[in-house]
């Protein structure tokens, strides 16, 4: 589904990404693990066309994505959930979601999907009229991957989702992550420095250091790997 290629991608003079190849099967969950500073939100930033890569490829079933304009690439089936999930805190909710909509023209197929985030985060329904940002971190977090899903993508990028919560709520998040993937066979780009739950989640991990992927695996593997553990499981 989705392919870079030998990407690089630079921040003026810095080069934040050094060449990497990943691969993206259609309905699958593939997890980026790596330190802080390692080039995973620039990863998705480059595949969103925030932050194009100077050089490589990005192919998104077929169709390269390199100069694309971001809403055309949201358009094409990607959505992100950025970082600091960054909801809209003066919209209430359910104009949150709405915003999420923006690009579909069909009425129903957009009740009928606010009817399935509610059914997802029941407390978004209970606190549909509330501004978003009077939400406590994981309802936003909430709120930020409900929009993203809003836009019926087949592709979503999540960055960081466990980021800043409570171990109770990002388990539940995981949960939900893993949910929508079964019910709705979206395919999912998860980042994360939250490699235990990541890898536990997803079907395939891509391990990043300073900009290129040092390891790649079958999750299940990279949990038993011992390199894998020292570094980021705590083990
Ligand atoms: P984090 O978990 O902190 O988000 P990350 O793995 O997502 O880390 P990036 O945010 O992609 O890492 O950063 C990769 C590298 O690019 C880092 O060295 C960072 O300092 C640098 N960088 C990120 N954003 C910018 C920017 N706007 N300008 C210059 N350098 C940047």
Redesign the pocket.
Known sequence: MLELRSMKTY??N?Q?IKGIDILVERGEIITLI??????????LMSICGVVPPREGEIIFEGESLVDMDPDRIVAMGISQVP?GRRIFPHLTVKENLDMGALLRRDKDGVRRDIDYVYSLFPILAERKGQAGGTLSGGEQQMLAISRAIMARPKLLLLD?PSLGLAPLIVQQIFEIIRQINEENGTTIFL?E?NANQALKVADRGYV?ET?RISLTDTASNLLANEEVKKAYLGV
Do not use: P
């Open positions: 921040y003026g810095i934040a790596g330190a802080n500073g390692a080039g995973k939100s620039t990863t970082e960081e980042v420095q990043m900009g």
